[in-house]
């Protein structure tokens, strides 16, 4: 591949701001393309050398079907060329050695002398790509008969193949035909200057060849020094060389195109196929003999070709066009070129004008220098027909070479893994959901409401969550739930990074999720301070802080997670984002696979975290509109969210409300025996659901006593620290196990069941917060299909329901006497209350069950799916081998990052390998760590047992860990753990702790 030289593309003052950079060969496998053919790629490129080397190679990664890992053999560190035996060719479907690889009959033979598996022994395909096939000619069908290459991809003519690669020697052997180069994309982008504001008439940069290349060589630096005497002579501006030290490298070769009217050429190549050494060894014979003669002159080529180099010159028709011949045209830079048939590409008077040897038509030349409209239309018919012309591009060639490596492999009978065959081609298969979420899967039932019946519409299903917040996990696991579906978790905080990407990567693009991902890496490195004057949290407080960056490294460790296992998993047709904390990943995920992208927002996530400043919800709602602009499909809980969502993003959102499943209904038989009084006269109203701040329990609980006798209240669901609060507050009132009661929880299948042990259910929730007023709780549903009156506040998706269908009755706690007079009437009239019962589970049946709100999605999904254009990339089987076979993500590792100009009070962790929050359960898990460390951290650990045994409630919830946290992740992660239990001590301990801090640091600094 010939080209102007050295080349690193694009210097702003030489480049049109539309013009794509060149692509840069991307070393290691291409992500996401599991199901492809892997192939090596083996060259010898430096970064900052030939342009059209690397423009090559990257092309062909780009446009390739198959995944191509390039193997850089530069710098060369080895005489003859070596491929190290670290690599091993088993476990490529095949291998392609590069012209750069193989220009020299050593390196070729040499390159596989250290491999365990050399080329002749590999079983996979093996390809030869060749250039500058005039030398040494003979060896290169001998290497390809010996080792048993099955393709060879070579410039040399069809006419003229047989004798440069005879059947006899090479057998099989597939030749494909190719040029020395091609069009890259970014060429049809360039604006080129206007040939009436160039300064030149006429440039050219020829090259001084050996005589062994015969005329073709020659004729590099006879056209310039020809023109350049006649340029003189008409007094036209020429800057024309053949000197080495003249050629251009660099952006500055396209300016250098670009700057001149016309460009002069010839065609590449040799005429001359030396086929056994003997024409380069006279060469030299000859250049000792006339050792005082000038070796550029015609006098010196004119006499070595009539001494000798005429009996070889023409004995292969090898001349054709060159790179250059598609860089000039790009630059629209008129070109004069030698008479020739430049490969049947560029045609004569059309695309260029021919020149004379003789230079007998030089006037044609003058008069298309000064006739600025003749020498547009010849290069705009060269930029239109050639440059603009598919046939020509790089993707064209490296599909061309594929369809035979493709019948290769087939001949061959390559695993079946290997994708072949375009989707219509293929039997018909089911199509595939990820369902995404960044929790355990089972804690949520709308993840099986939706799962369930993405499978019993022929989907098949992927869950993809993490294990529980405090649990580590022992890697990822496959639970088989069905033929059609399958639950898989990870380690959230197992991971290799996916959202950080190589540098070359953000030059392409990188996904918005990406995008997203590296801005909460960003801003959570600010200290608080910056915080304020970056996203507007002039109001930042402690406890604000420690939330926010608990929720970035939320955000960072769980998306990593899940975008790696994700992208091991295979390829999906439909990715469902379940809620903001995963979107990210659920959005690089689908624009790698190609697939529909489902946003499923379960809350108003910005204002889910009760007591959050302003400054965050703007934040986490900036970031939330960046990523539903890409989704395809949006959903949510409620009308009234939907709305609200719409309005904030600009994008329209469906309503689909939490509902249990239409078969979660109460039998009629159960209904019916429940008797008035099957209580003893006792009414138990339940609360059923999570204990968290801001759902009014603490009200609702202090409220109580001033209900009727007969009112039971019943607070059932999981245990943690909030619920300890609860229990408190209802031991003030004196109601504790006499009127207020905590039912054990129970699993999330046996809810309803559960619920019709009571009487009515409870909806206390907190209407100003905007989390809870846009809300769509699963137990509303779980309530009615358990057939309870409901008794709720007017929360604005609940209340309109309940009072238009006669479901229940309405309350609120800012209005004197309104839950004591609703509990009334729910209590006294048995008859109404069995009528509003019975209603209830109708209701459930007829309107608020998940077959009946959820129609609509899966309506669209259908429509959706069934628009979508039909796609090259077949989807084979999806790989679960690094979960079966022990490929844990352990291995990744997590590290901890340093951030602040030194002040200690600052250090924060920006990954971590433990989930930090502000929960206490997270605190007593590092507590009882640096309790474990107490022999490497003496004295501090000492006073920090001191600490434990005043904390009363959290020793009894201490969990076992090992000392890995504190040894692997040093001083950042025990500082931020300390500083927020500091936070919550009264003095002197926290003056104690603070000094035991900066005696830990000192330890842990060697001083």
Not at 386 to 392: E, L, S
């Amino acid at each position: 591949m010939k080209s102007g030289d050295s080349f690193r593309p694009f210097a702003k003052s030489s480049q049109p701001s539309d013009a794509s950079v060149l692509s840069w060969p991307k070393l290691g496998t291409r992500r996401f393309e599991r199901d492809r053919p892997l192939f090596l790629m083996v060259a010898v490129f430096d970064p900052h050398g030939i342009s059209t080397i690397y423009d090559y190679i990257a092309s062909w990664q780009e446009a390739s079907r198959f995944n191509i890992v390039v193997l850089n053999l530069w710098p060369v560190l080895s005489s003859p060329l070596e491929i190290a035996p670290s690599v091993n060719l088993k476990d490529f479907d095949g291998v392609i050695l590069h012209p750069t690889a193989a220009y020299f009959p050593a390196n070729l033979l040499g390159l596989d002398r250290s491999l365990k598996t050399p080329f002749r022994d590999y079983e996979g395909i093996k390809v030869l790509i060749k250039q500058d096939e005039h030398v040494h000619s003979s060896s290169w069908s001998q290497f390809c008969r010996d080792n048993q290459f099955q393709v060879l991809v070579t410039c040399v003519p069809s006419s003229e193949i047989e004798k440069v690669y005879p059947k006899n020697v090479v057998g099989d052997l597939r030749r494909v035909h190719a040029l020395t180069g091609y069009v890259a994309p970014w060429m049809k982008r360039i604006q080129a200057v206007r040939g009436s504001e160039r300064l030149l008439d006429i440039a050219y940069r020829g090259s001084l060849q050996p005589l062994s290349l015969g005329r073709l060589g020659f004729e590099k630096r006879k056209i310039g020094f020809d023109v350049q005497t006649l340029a003189a002579k008409n007094e036209l501006s020429a800057d024309i060389s053949s000197r080495w030290e003249d050629r251009i490298g660099g952006s500055a070769w396209y300016t250098f195109l670009s700057s001149s009217k016309v460009i002069l050429g010839v065609q590449s190549g040799s005429n001359l196929f030396d086929f056994d050494g003997s024409v380069d060894s006279w060469c030299q014979q000859y250049a000792q003999r006339n050792s005082g003669a000038d070796p550029a002159s015609e006098q010196y080529y004119r006499r070595a070709h009539e001494e000798r180099l005429h009996l070889f010159e023409g004995n292969v028709d090898y001349a054709q066009l060159s790179p250059r011949h598609f860089e000039a045209a790009a630059t629209r830079s008129a070109q004069v070129l030698y008479e020739g048939t430049y490969s049947g590409v560029f045609e004569p008077n059309r695309h260029f004008l021919p020149l004379k040897r003789d230079l007998s038509n030089f006037d044609e030349v003058i008069d298309l220098i000064r006739d600025d409209r003749k020498r547009d239309l010849l290069t705009e018919c060269a930029f239109e027909e050639v440059i603009c012309n598919d046939a020509f591009s790089y993707r064209a060639f490296v599909h061309n070479v594929e369809d035979v490596l493709e019948a290769e492999l087939q001949r061959l009978g390559r695993p079946a893994k290997l994708k072949l065959l375009s989707v219509h081609e293929l039997a018909p298969r089911r199509p595939r959901a990820l369902v995404l979420m960044s929790h355990e899967p089972v804690l949520d039932p709308r993840i099986e409401w939706l799962s369930s019946t993405l499978e019993e519409k022929g989907f098949d299903v992927v869950e993809l969550g993490t294990y529980r917040f405090t649990e580590m996990g022992s890697g990822p696991s496959k639970e088989v739930l069905s033929d059609k579906r399958v639950r898989v978790r990870v380690e959230r905080m197992r991971h290799d990074f996916q959202f950080v990407t190589h540098p070359a990567d953000v030059r392409r693009g990188l996904t918005v999720g990406q995008q997203q991902l590296l801005t909460i890496f960003s801003v959570m490195s600010l200290s608080d301070e910056s915080l304020g004057a970056r996203i507007g949290a002039i109001d930042i407080d402690d406890a604000s802080a420690a939330r926010f960056r608990s929720l970035c490294l939320h955000f960072l460790n769980t998306n990593s997670a899940l975008m790696q296992a994700g992208q091991q998993l295979g390829k999906f047709d439909v990715v469902v984002s379940a809620d903001l904390d995963v979107l990210p990943a659920g959005q690089t995920l689908a624009e790698s696979y190609g697939a529909e992208m489902v946003y499923d927002a379960h809350e108003y996530w910005p204002y889910s975290h009760f007591r959050s400043h302003h400054w965050e919800h703007d934040f986490w709602g900036q970031i939330e509109q960046a990523l539903v602009e890409k989704a395809d499909i949006c959903m949510t809980v409620s009308s009234a969210l939907a709305e609200r969502l719409t309005e904030d993003h600009g994008v329209p959102f469906l309503a689909v409300p939490n509902c249990e499943r239409r078969s979660a209904a109460v039998s009629d038989e159960l209904l019916a025996k429940r008797a008035p009084n099957h209580n003893g006269g006792k009414i138990i109203f339940l609360y059923q659901g999570g204990f968290a701040p801001g759902r009014n329990l603490e009200l609702l609980i202090k409220s109580w006593a001033r209900t009727d006798e007969r009112a039971i209240l019943w607070l059932r669901g999981p245990t943690w620290s909030f619920k300890e609060e609860l229990f408190a507050i209802a031991r003030d009132t004196g109601l504790l196990d006499k009127r207020i009661f905590f039912p054990e929880p129970v699993q999330e299948s046996e809810l309803v069941s559960a619920a019709t042990q009571a009487d009515v259910g409870i909806i206390p929730y907190d209407t100003l917060n905007p989390a809870y007023r846009y809300a769509s709780p699963n137990k509303l549903s779980q309530y009615l299909a358990a057939g309870l009156p409901i008794l709720t506040t007017p929360v604005e998706t609940i209340a309109p329901i309940i009072n238009a269908n006669g479901l229940g009755t309405v309350f609120s706690f800012t209005e004197d006497g309104s839950l004591e007079k609703a509990v009334f009437s729910l209590i006294s009239d048995s008859d109404t209350r069995r009528r509003t019962s019975a209603r209830a589970r109708a209701f459930f049946l007829e309107e608020y069950n998940w077959e009946k709100v959820s129609a609509v999605f899966y309506s669209e999904l259908s429509r959706r799916l069934q628009e979508r254009p039909a796609t090259d990339n077949a989807i084979t089987e999806l790989d679960f081998g690094w979960i079966d076979h022990g490929r844990t993500m352990r291995e990744f590792g997590l590290r901890t990052y340093q951030f602040g100009s030194g002040n200690r009070d600052r250090e924060l962790v920006a990954i971590s390998n433990a989930q930090l929050s502000t929960t206490k359960t997270e605190l007593q898990v590092v507590i009882n760590d640096l309790r474990q460390s107490r022999d490497e951290h003496g004295k501090l650990l000492s006073e920090m047992t001191v600490l434990h045994g005043e904390m009363a409630i959290l020793r009894q919830q201490l969990a076992s860990v090992t000392s890995e946290l504190a040894r692997t992740h040093g001083t950042p992660l025990l500082t931020l753990a300390i500083r927020r239990t500091i936070s919550n001590l009264p003095e002197p301990h926290r003056s104690r702790l603070r000094h035991g801090i900066e005696q830990l640091r000192d330890y842990k600094s060697g001083k």
